[in-house]
């Protein structure tokens, strides 16, 4: 069964730093593209970053580009996401998610995580 489990969510001052897990099934994570995704109360779901098997990122172009960085340890079938200079409009719950599509797209993702919990205080 599909298993992906987001951890390192929390309360931050305006500023700090976060760093995110998403711990997978070895059958999810192998050959998968590996997605980051937040979700703010009463808006939709939003891209922040993917990467592929092989560690070729994928960023979003809004103002995330250029304080968030995504990375996997293959081997640790785990993937990250470093967040610095966190602004109180990152405050959302952050899923991460597994597909075979290389897309900012949510339908291009299979399988989800229950999402971890950031807020940023001003």
């Known amino acids: 069964q599909a298993q992906l489990v987001e951890s390192g969510g929390g309360l931050v001052q305006a500023g700090g730093s976060l760093r995110l897990s998403c711990a997978a099934s070895?059958?999810?994570?192998?050959?998968?593209?590996m997605g980051w995704f937040r979700q703010a109360p009463g808006k939709e779901r939003e891209f922040v970053a993917a990467i592929t098997w092989t560690g070729s990122p994928l960023y979003s172009t809004t103002s995330m580009k250029g304080r968030f960085t995504i990375s996997r340890d293959n081997a640790k079938i785990t993937v990250y996401l470093e967040m610095n200079s966190l602004k109180p409009e990152d405050t959302a719950a952050y899923y991460c998610a597994a597909g075979s599509g290389f897309s900012v797209l949510p339908g291009s993702y299979d399988y989800w995580g229950q999402g971890t919990q950031v807020t940023v205080s001003s």
């Open positions: 070895r059958r999810t994570f192998s050959r998968s593209v």
